[in-house]
């Protein structure tokens, strides 16, 4: 029957599965014999789910190609899952191109905050921007990191500072989410730096006391859904006990804990974020010993962010340690006015050159352990059968050119693909 399954992908060089039991995540050792398949084929389903994938020839005897709406022949290609960008700041109003000429000359990230530039320039600009304006460039960010290869991402508010902003920044989200082709984890992050003419205690506060029963009450009445709960904890912005006080408050009404940590100075985040039970942590440049074992414990996911540790000149995260301790591993593209960078592909390069990890361990990174730290590792992350079928087909014979040709995903991505639907074609791709 005509139009029974959305989609077969046929004939792949190779399917790239990451993982086919289920698993939440991988551990190094998971992450070292990564699931794949030779001259393999996949189906998926009209609700956009993964119905069967195996071997070409056994797909070829179960299916007429008479059912599917559609038909690509992968021969000679590589198939793999959508990525997952695990932390993202993509709403906001203004550049800071000129701030990056200051790194440059040998400005640190807080040399630039207090002389009244980073987040609170950005800020600046995104109370100013109207809804629509927001709409406009997130929209077109969102279409950027779609094309190159990423099918969910976390998108994080936190350039407001005061509800309104960061009320409009959420509803923009909300919107993106609602009409775009693209999986998005929404997160509430208020707590991105102290507003001016605040304290941190009285900042924390006012969004204990107004801003969170504000998103309850709005999701409740289902204008807005927010995942996750964020805090900027670090010295000169949000203390421990702070932090401890807005995750919790967040924690209670129902918001995964996923925060920044330990980025610029030591504060014991890793061990807080372990004892409040978070989600994930991100950042993590300054980890102790002692939080990189309560996280391994507590099941916390690291998202580690190469790119920033890239262009602000920070020391590396401790990848390697962290995956010898049992952590899990994931990351994200920190893509900010601070961090330009959306493609995913530069991410897990970045990771395997600057942070020492295998080509392996970035790309699981990259997809089951990033979903993982946004809590939704049992629909994505891999390709196992009832996923969502997030597909991504790179015009190569080995899956490694995606990590390898550095800056090269613009050309070697041929099909992104959301729940079966091709999203996007890439008209300029070359055979080799």
Same mark, same amino acid.
């Given at each position: 029957?005509?139009?029974?399954?959305?989609?077969?992908?046929?004939?792949?060089?190779?399917?790239?599965?990451?993982?086919?039991?289920?698993?939440?995540?991988?551990?190094?050792?998971?992450?070292?014999?990564?699931?794949?398949?030779?001259?393999?084929?996949?189906?998926?389903?009209?609700?956009?789910?993964?119905?069967?994938?195996?071997?070409?020839?056994?797909?070829?005897?179960?299916?007429?190609?008479?059912?599917?709406?559609?038909?690509?022949?992968?021969?000679?290609?590589?198939?793999?899952?959508?990525?997952?960008?695990?932390?993202?700041?993509?709403?906001?109003?203004?550049?800071?191109?000129?701030?990056?000429?200051?790194?440059?000359?040998?400005?640190?990230?807080?040399?630039?905050?207090?002389?009244?530039?980073?987040?609170?320039?950005?800020?600046?600009?995104?109370?100013?921007?109207?809804?629509?304006?927001?709409?406009?460039?997130?929209?077109?960010?969102?279409?950027?990191?779609?094309?190159?290869?990423?099918?969910?991402?976390?998108?994080?508010?936190?350039?407001?500072?005061?509800?309104?902003?960061?009320?409009?920044?959420?509803?923009?989200?909300?919107?993106?989410?609602?009409?775009?082709?693209?999986?998005?984890?929404?997160?509430?992050?208020?707590?991105?730096?102290?507003?001016?003419?605040?304290?941190?205690?009285?900042?924390?506060?006012?969004?204990?006391?107004?801003?969170?029963?504000?998103?309850?009450?709005?999701?409740?009445?289902?204008?807005?859904?927010?995942?996750?709960?964020?805090?900027?904890?670090?010295?000169?912005?949000?203390?421990?006990?702070?932090?401890?006080?807005?995750?919790?408050?967040?924690?209670?009404?129902?918001?995964?804990?996923?925060?920044?940590?330990?980025?610029?100075?030591?504060?014991?985040?890793?061990?807080?974020?372990?004892? @409040?039970?978070? %989600?994930?942590?991100? !950042?993590? /440049?300054? +980890?102790?010993?002692?939080?990189?074992?309560?996280?391994?414990?507590? #099941?916390?996911?690291?998202?580690?962010?190469?790119?920033?540790?890239?262009?602000?000149?920070?020391?590396?995260?401790?990848?390697?340690?962290?995956?010898?301790?049992?952590?899990?591993?994931?990351?994200?593209?920190?893509?900010?006015?601070?961090?330009?960078?959306?493609?995913?592909?530069?991410?897990?390069?970045?990771?395997?050159?600057?942070?020492?990890?295998?080509?392996?361990?970035?790309?699981?990174?990259?997809?089951?352990?990033?979903?993982?730290?946004?809590?939704?590792?049992?629909?994505?992350?891999?390709?196992?059968?009832?996923?969502?079928?997030?597909?991504?087909?790179?015009?190569?014979?080995?899956?490694?050119? @995606?990590?390898? %040709?550095?800056?090269? !995903?613009? /050309?070697? +991505?041929?099909?992104?693909?959301?729940?079966?639907?091709?999203?996007? #074609?890439?008209?300029?791709?070359?055979?080799?």
């Amino acid at each position: 029957m005509a139009g029974e399954h959305r989609l077969l992908l046929r004939n792949a060089q190779q399917l790239v599965l990451v993982c086919t039991e289920g698993e939440k995540y991988l551990l190094q050792a998971g992450m070292h014999s990564l699931a794949l398949l030779r001259k393999a084929s996949l189906v998926i389903g009209t609700d956009g789910c993964v119905k069967a994938v195996g071997h070409a020839d056994a797909i070829h005897q179960q299916f007429s190609d008479a059912s599917f709406e559609k038909i690509i022949d992968c021969s000679g290609k590589c198939v793999l899952p959508g990525l997952v960008d695990a932390h993202t700041h993509p709403v906001w109003a203004g550049d800071r191109v000129h701030e990056f000429a200051m790194k440059l000359a040998g400005d640190s990230y807080m040399d630039i905050h207090q002389a009244g530039g980073g987040i609170h320039f950005t800020v600046e600009h995104t109370q100013r921007a109207s809804e629509e304006e927001l709409f406009s460039t997130f929209k077109h960010r969102l279409l950027r990191m779609l094309r190159a290869g990423t099918t969910l991402v976390e998108c994080k508010s936190g350039y407001g500072l005061n509800l309104e902003t960061e009320l409009k920044m959420l509803k923009v989200i909300e919107r993106a989410r609602r009409l775009l082709d693209i999986n998005i984890s929404s997160t509430y992050c208020g707590a991105h730096s102290v507003p001016k003419g605040k304290t941190a205690t009285e900042a924390t506060d006012d969004i204990i006391i107004n801003h969170l029963p504000k998103l309850k009450e709005l999701d409740l009445n289902k204008e807005i859904h927010v995942n996750n709960i964020d805090v900027f904890c670090e010295k000169g912005v949000f203390d421990l006990n702070c932090t401890r006080r807005i995750l919790q408050a967040g924690k209670n009404m129902g918001l995964q804990i996923n925060f920044h940590g330990d980025e610029l100075h030591p504060m014991k985040s890793a061990e807080l974020g372990a004892e @409040l039970g978070a %989600q994930a942590i991100s !950042h993590l /440049e300054e +980890i102790s010993d002692e939080g990189i074992s309560a996280m391994a414990r507590a #099941k916390c996911a690291a998202v580690l962010l190469p790119t920033t540790a890239y262009m602000l000149r920070l020391k590396q995260p401790q990848a390697r340690k962290m995956l010898k301790e049992g952590v899990i591993v994931a990351l994200g593209s920190d893509f900010n006015p601070n961090a330009y960078c959306y493609s995913m592909p530069m991410v897990m390069h970045l990771a395997c050159v600057n942070m020492k990890m295998s080509m392996k361990e970035a790309l699981v990174a990259a997809t089951i352990n990033a979903a993982y730290a946004l809590g939704r590792s049992n629909t994505h992350g891999s390709i196992e059968i009832g996923k969502e079928g997030d597909i991504i087909i790179i015009n190569s014979s080995r899956w490694e050119h @995606l990590i390898y %040709q550095f800056g090269g !995903h613009q /050309e070697l +991505i041929e099909y992104v693909i959301v729940k079966g639907k091709v999203i996007y #074609k890439n008209e300029r791709v070359m055979g080799y």
